[in-house]
């Protein structure tokens, strides 16, 4: 099949499918996640949330302090997972000695076209490397990223089916009654791993090759911005992309190289496109942090 054919065949399971939405959680001043038991007690509070509901899970990622989800199914099956996933981390933090997440802004997003979904996947994958600069898409342990045309998933095999665990060993798993999994769901180390509830063959098949995923994935910077934006979510990209973004605008090597008046746009740009806060638009720019806080005033 040739990339135009593909390519239709990814535009057809989009319009066949869905709906889709992408599900992402207020950034919180605490760490829901502190250590690794936390990140692995928070994978399986998804895998229990989404048990038994009509959704296909196609991504996800665990940050420290706020995760993001796309799913596939009824908005009304997506309120459920919320609101099950919410009760559940809220228990668990509460026992941490966190505050409530009784409060914890939920945002639900619908995808409407293969673009948008594409760009929802990918920010979630890209999520770790702009918050972690030495951490890759696929080298990051909490995200489903790492399933993505991925041959080699050889942790499945190393997993125990979750039926076979003792009734206490499945209450830990699940942080309340002992529950019945499907048999294909299996654990290694207490998790339950990734690629039992997470859908990444049904991701897989809305790009029309790895070559196309992984090459979006290295190169879509600027789309991140106008995710984050469509979300309602601030994200600050690194100087270096910026760097190379605000060049393209402009076909210069260096920004230096920019007149009074396209610094002037530039800053504006920066603000509305790239959610740039000051710092880094002085820096990009090369132009006193003073006189960027005069155009662009700080509140107090």
């Known amino acids: 099949m040739n990339y135009w054919n593909r390519e239709q065949e ?9 709906p889709f ?5 207020e950034n919180l001043p605490w ?3 502190a250590c690794e038991r936390d990140f692995m007690d928070g994978a399986n509070m998804v895998a229990v949330s989404v048990h038994e509901l009509a959704l296909r899970l ?22 459920v ?4 996933f919410r009760k559940m981390m809220s228990r668990y933090q509460l026992a941490k000695g966190n505050p409530s997440l009784n409060r914890w802004d939920i945002q639900i997003k619908s995808i409407d076209n293969l673009k948008y979904l594409r760009n929802a996947l990918l920010y979630v994958f890209r999520n770790p ?7 890759t898409p696929l080298g990051y342990k909490w995200s489903s990223a790492q399933l993505m045309f991925n041959e080699n998933l050889y942790r499945y095999s190393q997993g125990v089916p979750y039926n076979s665990l003792t009734y206490r060993e499945k209450r830990l798993i699940a942080h309340s009654r002992e529950l019945i999994l499907p048999d294909s ?12 509830f997470v859908d990444y063959k049904r991701a897989e098949s809305f790009f029309e090759s790895a070559y196309q995923f992984f090459y979006q994935l290295g190169r879509k910077v600027e789309s991140d911005a106008e995710t984050a934006r469509w979300i309602g979510e601030k994200i600050l990209l690194p100087n270096e992309d910026v760097f190379g973004i605000v ?11 920019l007149s009074t008046n396209q610094r002037l746009e530039a800053a504006r740009r920066m603000k509305a496109e790239l959610m740039s806060n000051n710092k880094q638009i002085a820096q990009v720019l090369r132009i006193p942090i003073e006189q960027v806080d005069q155009f662009f005033p700080v509140a107090q």
């Open 185 to 196: 769901y299996r654990v290694l180390d207490g998790m339950i791993l990734r690629e039992c």
């Open 31 to 33: 760490l829901l996640f």
């Open 58 to 79: 196609l991504a996800d990622v665990e940050m420290n302090n706020h995760l993001h989800f796309v799913f596939e199914g009824a908005y009304e099956q997506v309120l």
């Open 129 to 135: 490397s702009v918050a972690m600069r030495n951490c």
């Open 81 to 84: 997972f919320v609101e099950r």
């Open 21 to 25: 939405y992408i599900v992402t959680t």
């Open 247 to 257: 060049s393209a605008w402009y076909n210069v090597q260096k920004t230096s190289l």
């Open 10 to 18: 990814c535009e057809r399971l989009f319009l066949e499918g869905g």
